[in-house]
Nanobody
Framework: QVELVESGGGSVEAGGSLVLSCAAS????????MAWFRQVPGNQREGVAAIDSDGNPSYANSVMGRFTISKDNGKNELYLYMDKLKFEDTATYYC?????????????????????WGQGTQVTVSS
């Protein structure tokens, strides 16, 4: 059974940084494309960043240059380093894993490409 557990959310002032982590079990992260999504109540879930089984990242334009996705296959963990945070980054952030190893951008940021989801972690940025 696949389980994804996010951690690292919290409150931060605009301009600050946070690191999100996602611990995966029941799958080998080296064989799956994984991603971070975010959602604000009332809005659709938005793809933020993805990383394929070869470690190739893709990013939404809104976070390009500010967020970095990475994974540690030895620990089976996924990370999202968030820098220069803005008020509009406030959302619940979700970790996701696909059954596929490689997904090309922009499909890599589409919700329906992912099969497994975490419960989410809240990020709140105060202006």
């Amino acid at each position: 059974q696949v389980e994804l557990v996010e951690s690292g959310g919290g409150s931060v002032e605009a301009g600050g940084s946070l690191v999100l982590s996602c611990a995966a079990s029941g799958l080998d992260s080296s064989n799956h494309c994984m991603a971070w999504f975010r959602q604000v109540p009332g809005n659709q879930r938005e793809g933020v960043a993805a990383i394929d089984s070869d470690g190739n990242p893709s990013y939404a334009n809104s976070v390009m240059g500010r967020f970095t996705i990475s994974k540690d296959n030895g620990k089976n963990e996924l990370y999202l380093y968030m820098d220069k945070l803005k008020f509009e980054d406030t959302a619940t952030y979700y970790c996701a894993a696909s059954r596929r190893q490689w997904i090309q951008y922009p499909s890599s940021l589409w919700e329906n490409e992912y099969n497994f989801w975490g419960q989410g972690t809240q990020v709140t940025v105060s202006s």
